[in-house]
C-alpha cells in the first residue's frame, strides 16, 4: 500500500511540475526586450565556431613564431657553448614540429568545416569563416 502512495504521489509530482511550465512558458518576462539591449550575433554558430578556431590557431603559431626567434637568439649569442647550441637546436626542432601540427590542424578543421556547411547549406563554397578574401565581414 506504501508503495502504491509513493508510485501515485510520483506520478501526481510529473504532472504538476509539466503544469507549472505550461503556465511559465505562458508568460512575458520581456525577452524581446532583452534581446534587443543586449545585440547577441545572428550568425551561424558554424561560422562561429570556424572564426574560433582561426584565432587559437593564429595565436599558437604566434607561439611559435616567438619560439623560433628565441631560439635564433640562443643560438646567435651561445657563444660557441655547445650547451646552448644544443637547447637552441631543441627549442627549433620542437617549434617546428609544433608548426607541422598547427598547419595541420588548420588544413583538417578547414576541410572539415567546409564540408559541413557544403552538406548542410546545399553548395559547396567556402563559409565565410575560411574565405579571407573578404575583411570586410560582409559575406
Not at 607561439?63 to 655547445?82: D, H, K, R, T
Not at 598547419?103 to 574565405?131: E, Q
Amino acid at each position: 500500500m506504501f508503495k502504491r502512495k509513493k508510485i501515485i504521489i510520483g506520478i501526481l509530482l510529473v504532472f504538476s511540475i509539466f503544469l507549472i511550465t505550461h503556465f511559465a512558458n505562458a508568460q512575458d518576462f520581456g525577452i524581446e526586450q532583452v534581446n534587443n539591449n543586449i545585440n547577441l550575433s545572428s550568425d551561424d554558430p558554424r561560422t562561429i565556431v570556424g572564426r574560433i578556431i582561426n584565432i587559437t590557431l593564429s595565436f599558437l603559431g604566434l607561439v611559435v613564431l616567438v619560439l623560433m626567434i628565441y631560439a635564433g637568439f640562443l643560438w646567435m649569442s651561445s657563444g660557441g657553448e655547445e650547451e646552448k647550441v644544443r637547447r637552441a637546436k631543441s627549442i627549433l626542432k620542437n617549434a617546428v614540429i609544433g608548426l607541422v601540427i598547427i598547419l595541420a590542424s588548420w588544413a583538417i578543421t578547414t576541410f572539415i568545416i567546409s564540408r559541413l556547411w557544403g552538406a548542410t547549406t546545399g553548395n559547396n563554397i567556402n563559409p565565410p569563416s575560411t574565405n579571407t578574401s573578404n575583411l570586410s565581414g560582409n559575406y
